[in-house]
């Protein structure tokens, strides 16, 4: 059997704290957002149509959610998913590909103000400015 020692685990802790705040509290709620209460006092709110993984899921599987013991970690039991609570306090949602295709949505409003300039020849030229 291994044997830890005082300055190994002195050494984890160290690193842990390294990796952000944690999570002292999760819920779910039904405007379909996640909040997330860290222990460094925020508060935490993000649609779960951003967090990949998410977004398809029922609002049951989304009320069932397990905190890690360190708070490093959310687990969604009924989905088996898993999202990193210091990842979401930097902004990120998922894996770089998803936060590429995340940055290449477009609102209906934007994609219709793009099809109205498209009927009018596209994007109006820059005036030339003479000094």
Same mark, same amino acid.
Request: aromatic share 6%; charged share 25%.
């Given at each position: 059997?291994?044997? %830890?020692?005082?300055? #190994? %685990? &002195?050494? &984890?802790?160290?690193?842990? #704290?390294?990796?952000?705040?944690?999570? %002292?509290?999760?819920?779910? +709620?039904?405007? @379909?957002? !996640? /909040?997330?209460?860290?222990?460094?006092?925020?508060?935490? @709110?993000?649609?779960?149509? =951003?967090?990949?993984? !998410?977004?398809?899921?029922?609002?049951? $599987? !989304? &009320? $069932?959610?397990?905190?890690?013991?360190? /708070?490093?970690? =959310?687990? +969604?039991?009924?989905?088996?998913?898993?999202?990193?609570?210091?990842?979401? +306090?930097? /902004?990120?949602?998922?894996?770089?590909?998803?936060?590429?295709?995340?940055? @290449?949505?477009?609102?209906?409003?934007?994609?219709?103000? $793009?099809? #109205?300039?498209?009927?009018? /020849?596209?994007?109006?030229?820059?005036? #030339?400015?003479?000094?």
């Amino acid at each position: 059997m291994a044997v %830890i020692t005082d300055e #190994e %685990i &002195a050494a &984890a802790r160290k690193a842990g #704290e390294d990796v952000g705040p944690c999570a %002292i509290a999760a819920y779910y +709620f039904a405007d @379909r957002s !996640l /909040g997330v209460e860290l222990d460094n006092g925020v508060m935490l @709110r993000v649609p779960v149509s =951003l967090i990949q993984g !998410l977004g398809e899921a029922s609002d049951e $599987a !989304l &009320a $069932a959610i397990e905190i890690s013991p360190v /708070g490093w970690s =959310l687990h +969604f039991p009924a989905i088996d998913a898993d999202v990193y609570v210091p990842s979401l +306090f930097r /902004g990120i949602y998922g894996s770089c590909a998803w936060m590429r295709e995340l940055g @290449r949505r477009t609102s209906p409003a934007k994609a219709a103000a $793009a099809r #109205e300039n498209g009927k009018k /020849g596209g994007r109006p030229r820059k005036a #030339e400015v003479h000094a």
